[in-house]
């Protein structure tokens, strides 16, 4: 089996934004495509978020898009090397610590499981990249070096982007360094679909709809991938395959990367105990309490083991559907569930959301609203020093409270090191077998290592699934789209037909059948606010 897998991530605050800034505009524009992933400082009310109509999900993903803030953004450029074996990537991840400058926000529950999985307020308020949400100042906001810049050179750059789950991400994004959300759903993706015109791929849609992975949190489909990858790397056939490469870092920039570790799924020899709850969803709300094993690499194993026994299968996916783990342990899966990310659990189309426990449920005033003091609105002066005050005026719906572990919620449960010195060339292929030293493990949850994740699941399944396609066109057939691409010659046209177009636009809805279409409708026009931006993004270049 291949060893381990180091994963350079680039740590981005406000002190080294202006020197990574090349570098960082580069990776984007040389990308084949790009995976981002978001950190939040809360949600706001999981039932609305998880409402029957997509236009009520959409009301209130913008209510806590414009209350709440993005506290990390992790971006993964994955550069296609044309030079070397098919598929394969030099991929380099940022994470960028980000600190907005105005009112917003922050649940106790979002902080709790932050803290667990190792973010640091405390470098945040002190050295996170400034930034104000809503609508644009002017033409500066296309020039000089500061996220919402950045932002626009994602859109300058037209690369496929890529999430796990992506709605919240993009509502946030648009919100964050665009525009002010627009009232409706049906302009909100007009508006995406104009923006990106390479496309938005949501790899939760991918591993549910086309890869048919037993579970899709991203933990375990990035895991699942790579297992199968590694499979077809040690087996010594021609298969394609996935292979990734990172940048080497020397001097005074190995001080900014944090090296993540990805170790070989294990051996699951004499170990049955598995969590249902956890290996169906990615997360318990006994956290490490729980007497069962929370081990992905565990289940993925005991998922494959299984696949011969149909009947224990259907049972498994069943049980998935309905919302269940364990019958013993309450009426509905959601209960104590994480809110930091809580979209990307399941949730049948016929079941409502549970109410939250007595135990877990925020105050509420004698109008039935939830009271501020389910948040606590941080402000922030000018030097982006935290300040916090309760405010019991202010009503905002928030999260139900939760304090274990969430693999559901994007963070993977690998250990994770900073090395001392800069990382060797690494591959998937030839990995290396000899990692040098490393420091104390800080925390596992990275918004970057996220993204790197989604990243690697789509290029996986940009392989497999393209791969397996081709045999089932005809020669005469493929001959002649040939010859018309050969016609056309457009380099770009071809490179966003490699990708995958039964995926493409296409984001997932938990609890839904279908996907949300990122598409400009017949009814629906696309914002002026935003026409009038993409002028502007456009005129500055």
Request: aromatic share 8%.
């Amino acid at each position: 089996m291949v060893s381990s897998l180091v994963v350079p991530v680039i740590d981005v605050q406000n002190d080294n934004f202006k020197e990574l800034w090349p570098a960082m505009v580069l990776a984007i524009k040389t990308a084949s495509f790009i995976a981002l992933d978001t950190e939040l400082s809360g949600l706001g009310n999981r039932k609305s978020l998880l409402a029957e109509s997509i236009e009520d999900r959409y009301k209130a993903i913008c209510l806590a898009a414009r209350t709440r803030s993005i506290l990390s953004l992790g971006i993964a450029c994955y550069k296609k090397q044309d030079d070397k074996a098919a598929d394969t990537y030099l991929v380099q991840v940022y994470n960028l610590t980000l600190l907005c400058s105005e009112e917003y926000v922050i649940e106790p529950q979002s902080v709790q499981f932050l803290v667990q999985h190792g973010f640091d307020f405390n470098k945040q308020y002190a050295s996170g990249i400034p930034y104000i949400k809503g609508n644009s100042k002017g033409a500066s906001d296309e020039r000089g070096i500061h996220i919402r810049a950045l932002f626009t050179e994602l859109l300058r750059a037209r690369k496929p982007l890529v999430f796990h789950n992506g709605l919240i991400d993009m509502a946030f994004l648009y919100q964050s360094f665009y525009l002010s959300l627009p009232d409706r759903l049906a302009i909100f993706t007009a508006d995406l679909s104009e923006m990106f015109p390479a496309g938005i791929y949501d790899t939760k849609y991918v591993t549910e709809f086309e890869l048919r992975l037993t579970a899709s949190y991203l933990e375990y489909a990035y895991k699942k991938c790579k297992l199968d990858n590694s499979r077809i790397v040690t087996s010594g056939g021609t298969k394609p395959h996935v292979q990734v490469e990172f940048c080497q870092y020397a001097g005074h920039m190995s001080s900014y990367v944090d090296y993540r570790v990805c170790p070989a799924v294990a051996s699951a020899e004499g170990q049955t105990d598995i969590c249902q709850r956890f290996s169906a969803f990615g997360w318990c709300p006994k956290g490490a309490q729980c007497p069962s094993s929370h081990d992905t690499d565990l289940i993925i194993l005991q998922d494959e083991k299984g696949t011969g026994d149909r009947r224990k299968r259907r049972k498994r996916l069943r049980d998935k559907k309905r919302g269940r783990g364990e019958a013993e342990d309450g009426p509905s899966i959601f209960d104590g569930a994480p809110e930091n990310k809580m979209p990307h659990m399941e949730l049948d189309p016929g079941e409502t959301p549970a109410e939250p426990c007595p135990e877990t449920e925020p105050l509420a005033g004698g109008d039935g609203n939830n009271l501020q003091n389910e948040g606590v609105v941080m402000k922030t002066d000018g030097e982006g020093n935290g300040v916090s005050e309760d405010n019991p005026d202010c009503r905002n719906p928030a999260a139900k409270a939760a304090t274990d572990h969430d693999s559901n919620t994007k963070s993977s449960t690998n250990e994770s090191r900073e090395e001392d010195r800069g990382t060797e060339m690494l591959s998937d292929h030839p990995s290396q077998t000899d990692a040098p030293k490393t420091k104390a493990d800080p925390g596992t949850h990275r918004a970057g290592f996220d993204a790197f994740m989604t990243g690697y699941i789509f290029a996986h399944s940009c392989t497999r699934i393209k791969k397996e396609g081709v045999g089932a066109v005809e020669k005469e057939q493929q001959q002649e789209e040939e010859e018309k691409m050969e016609e056309e010659n457009k380099e770009k046209k071809k490179e966003e037909q490699s990708w995958l177009p039964s995926c493409l636009n296409k984001v997932y809805l938990s609890g839904k059948e279908a996907p949300l279409n990122v598409v400009k409708s017949t009814f629906a026009r696309s914002s002026k606010a935003h026409m009038q931006k993409m002028k502007t993004v456009w005129e500055v270049v």
